[in-house]
């Protein structure tokens, strides 16, 4: 299944991305969830049937990889799907095969959960310099359409 909807969903990701200005913001939100939804279902097929911790810890780093790229695009979708999907296998991980593989995951998801804090320390410390850079970046792209 992977293998036929991974490429396709990311083509239509990008058709959307092209195309964005001629959809309706509705339509456009609706068609990214749906897609990126497909996407982490396929991608995370493998958590809901394989306990090994190294399918967890793999999505476990998509679906925070779609957090971020929905925050840093600014793009609803990515960020409800990764948020989604990351408690969907979480959970499903740790009710299925808890009495199996509890200390690998319990690390994993503690180390996450440190990572996840400490960068929203950093980040509260540094914010009015990342936004001013962010402000600068964006003046930039926008100064090249």
Known sequence: MQLYAVPVCISLLVILHLHRKELKRSVLNTSRMTVVCILYASASLDVFLRPELSVFVLVLGLSLLGIIAG???????????????????????????????????????????????????????????????????RADLAGWE
């Open 71 to 137: 925050i840093a695009m600014q793009i609803r979708a990515f960020l409800f799907g990764g948020v989604i999907f990351m408690v969907m296998n979480v959970m499903n991980q740790l009710l299925r095969f808890y009495p199996e593989h509890r200390l690998g995951k319990g690390i994993v998801l503690v180390a996450t959960g440190a990572v996840i804090m400490s960068a929203m320390i950093w980040f509260s410390i540094q914010r009015e310099d990342i936004m001013k850079r962010i402000r600068i970046f």
